[in-house]
């Protein structure tokens, strides 16, 4: 089988052919050994690097360097699921200082070149300079050769010899995560992992040279267990639901508690069947997170609605590698990864991330974006006022510079204010159109100046349309069904809304786009909070825009737990298994597992083990189908079955 | 009562060990831990054996699973004692998927 391997790759260096290739050799179990793995993960590198250099345009090279970066990423994950967590860790390190950090300013395009990057890139690592997400790293670039290496720092007692298996097994789980040592370090153990030298690294480093580079940050992140898609990546991208690189995740409320209902009720001496209850109250709990990155879901009040950091979300991290991380990426400039640290810093350490909200806007004065997460930041936390007068400010600002981002700032402070009063959110629509907007006194709202708001968010909404602005157009889409549906306080109105929108969105080719995942999660949001304050609406309504959005975006778990909950609120039985017998062709890992959580959590207090299992099993079945996802998959499968087991 | 003597008899804790091991065979780089105290899933088989379901493998079973540790290079801690089985035995059971799949 090997030997008819080598002969295919001889002839085919593709990346289809090298990416079964890698699966394949991970697998067999026979010939596994992790020795082994390594040396095919870094001849599979040389050989993408080689065509790399080869490419002929920047379009060709970008997308091999896409796919360098996922059989890296994938590396890291495979070393630190094999124990090697200090070559994984140090690995992504390496990455980030030589790509994000390096001084050189031409990038190396031959294998002679990246020689010669690398021999100084050496010296860095050899030094012992702190390095990236260590404390007081300085980045390559700003590291200083003759400086002295740092103190050594003293290892914990390690005791070598465990005597019971108790003791193996804590010591073992205690040495999940460590970071590499130096070997300037005292070390009680005669471990030689535990100091990653360059050598061992050096086969796997790359210096990215196209775009692919931005992505870097969110490789880091996903490394670190944040799973989180990059801002402008629909739940179609590959690898948001790669099975090999989303192994761990936040089982809380995936089981349901036990129930301590009867199955059976006694009526008047007779046994009847109980009562079908509902066993989710919120939409909220499936923890694989499969959707577009919003300022909604990154800046969420819990239990409003979907968060894509909630703090269960860091109880295994390494939180404070990832502050440093995140803090040191500020060089880099990135907009949308200034948002994410916010967003996450909010989470992990709420007492200074005004402080880091602050310096990014003194960098970034214009970043409209920043300003939008400033203001929402002091918003959850209860200061609407200081909000407010964030938005104000930044509103002013970006009409005086005619920026089109204004929307954004309008959409999303309108819509924290219809969260708690309808009235101030109109009134706030009824500044829209001026280029001057006063925010002080409270206007009587619709009416005429109702009419021209919505005359203007209509006009604004084509003119985006046909310009493919498609961040304005996505606020004005959302703001204009906003108001159809405040004016009319009819649902099926803000509905018809939005499906007009739709329906020009998808004239202009844009269906199935990340703005049209977005503006489907926005307006679900609007059918969420109607149901939670209105109490009257119709299941069905939810449930045929919810199945719509489905069709459209199958993957995204967002909307398969919306369906769902709609549907554990009804008193008829099954759709959901339909709806997921209908997806089971495509599923991803993540289809499967909320699969399984669906059918564990829609009716409270009954779990049936046969209908797990065999949902579990067909998901095992399908994995041949699908060979990218296939082992990884398998695993996480097994290791559910497992949880069902306990169960029992 | 009938539904009792079912579960006593298809008792599912075997399943679990059974699975555990039909794992291992697909994933064979996994080694890792199964944390469930913070809720976070750490999805990593080999140590199951060692960890929590440890009262489904006897001596043999958990000798085993070292070994294929030891023969795969999968990283460990320290070794671990008493685990000297006859290199015979090391084999998983559930042979029946080839290489060759």
Same mark, same amino acid.
């Given at each position: ?44 590198? #040389?050989?993408?690097?080689? #065509? ?156 990215? #040279? ?24 629909? #739940? ?59 300022? &909604? ?15 269960? &979300? ?335 | ?7 006593? $008899?298809?008792?599912?804790?075997? $399943?679990? $060990? ?35 379901? $440890? ?47």
């Amino acid at each position: 089988m090997l030997a008819h391997w080598e002969e295919i790759l001889k002839e085919a260096e593709s990346k289809d052919v090298w990416i079964e290739y890698l699966n394949y050799r991970q697998t067999a179990f026979v010939s596994f050994t992790y020795p082994e793995i390594v040396a095919v993960y870094s001849r599979c590198l #040389s050989s993408f690097r080689r #065509s790399a250099y080869r490419a002929k345009d920047a379009e060709e090279r970008k997308e091999i360097e896409r796919v360098i970066l996922y059989v890296l990423l994938r590396f890291c994950h495979l070393a630190r699921e094999a124990g090697y967590d200090e070559l994984a860790i140090a690995t992504v390190q390496a990455m980030m200082e030589m790509n994000l950090f390096r001084s050189e300013s031409t990038l190396p395009g031959s294998e002679s070149a990246r020689e010669t990057e690398l021999s100084q890139f050496e010296e860095f690592w050899d030094s012992e300079a702190s390095r990236f997400g260590e404390e007081n790293a300085r980045g390559w670039k700003n590291s200083d050769p003759d400086q002295d290496p740092p103190e050594a720092s003293k290892d914990m007692d390690w005791e070598m010899n465990a005597s019971t298996l108790d003791e193996w097994v804590l010591r073992e789980i205690q040495s999940k995560g460590r970071m590499p040592a130096r070997t300037t370090d005292e070390l009680d153990d005669d471990d030689p992992y535990r100091v990653v030298l360059f050598n061992d690294i050096k086969p796997l480093l790359y210096t990215f #040279s196209t775009d692919v580079i931005q992505q870097l940050p969110y490789a880091m992140l996903q490394f670190c267990g944040l799973h989180i898609p990059p801002v402008e990546t629909s #739940s179609f991208d590959d690898m948001l639901t790669d099975a090999w690189l989303h192994n761990s995740f936040n089982i809380q409320e995936l089981w349901p508690p036990r129930s301590t209902d009867n199955a059976i009720e006694w009526i008047n001496g007779e046994a009847v069947e109980a009562e079908r209850l509902p066993g989710i109250d919120t939409p909220f709990s499936f923890k694989r997170k499969i959707y577009p990155a919003t300022f &909604d879901t990154l800046f969420s009040s819990p239990g409003q609605w979907f968060q894509h950091f909630e703090p269960s &979300d860091f109880a295994s991290l390494n939180t404070q590698f990832l502050l440093n991380a995140l803090n040191q990426l500020k060089s880099v400039n990135q907009e949308w990864i200034m948002i994410y640290h916010l967003a996450i810093e909010n989470i992990i350490s709420p007492t200074t991330v005004l402080k880091t909200a602050k310096s990014y806007l003194k960098i970034r004065k214009a970043s409209f974006r920043l300003w939008n997460a400033y203001a929402l930041i002091l918003w959850r936390r209860e200061d609407p006022e200081e909000a407010r007068r964030v938005w104000k400010t930044a509103i002013g600002m970006a009409i005086s510079m005619k920026s089109s981002d204004v929307i954004i700032l309008w959409q999303i402070w309108i819509s924290v204010e219809f969260e708690v009063d309808q009235k101030q959110a109109r009134h706030l629509f009824s500044q829209i159109s001026s280029e001057r907007p006063h925010f002080g006194e409270m206007e009587s709202v619709g009416g005429a100046g109702e009419l021209r708001t919505r005359k203007y968010i209509h006009d604004q909404f084509y003119r985006a349309l046909s310009f493919k602005d498609v961040d304005s157009l996505e606020g004005y889409a959302f703001l204009g069904i906003l108001l159809e549906y405040l004016s009319s306080s009819n649902l099926d109105a803000a509905l018809q809304k939005s499906s007009e929108y739709i329906t020009a969105m998808q004239e202009r080719g844009l269906t199935g786009s990340i703005t049209h995942e977005r503006l489907l999660l926005s307006i679900s949001k609007l059918l969420y909070i109607h149901s939670k304050a209105q109490g009257w609406y119709r299941l069905s309504t939810l449930r045929d825009f919810w199945q719509e959005a489905i069709n459209k975006f199958p993957r995204n778990t967002a909307f398969l737990s919306l369906f769902t909950w709609n549907e554990a609120n009804s008193r008829i039985d099954g759709r959901v298994r339909k709806l997921i017998t209908t997806l089971e062709k495509s599923a991803t890992v993540d289809t499967w597992i909320f699969a399984v959580w669906a059918e564990v959590t829609i009716e409270r207090g009954r779990i049936s083990e046969f209908a797990v299992r065999s949902i579990l099993e067909n998901a095992l079945e399908s994995k041949k189908s699908v060979p990218p996802f296939a082992i990884p998959f398998f695993r996480q499968l097994l290791t559910l079955v497992e949880e069902v087991s306990f169960y029992g | 009562m009938i539904y009792i003597e079912f579960e006593l $008899r298809y008792g599912k804790p075997q $399943r679990a $060990r059974e699975l555990v091991l039909r794992a291992m065979r697909e994933c064979p780089w996994s080694k890792g831990t199964f944390n469930v105290r913070k809720s976070v899933l750490i999805v990593d088989l080999a140590m199951l054996a060692f960890g929590l379901l $440890r009262t489904l493998f006897d001596h043999k079973d958990i000798a085993k699973v070292y070994h294929v540790l030891m023969e795969k290079e999968i990283r460990v801690h320290g070794e671990l004692e008493g685990m000297e089985v006859e290199r015979k035995q090391i084999e998983l059971p559930h042979d029946e998927s080839s290489e060759e799949e």
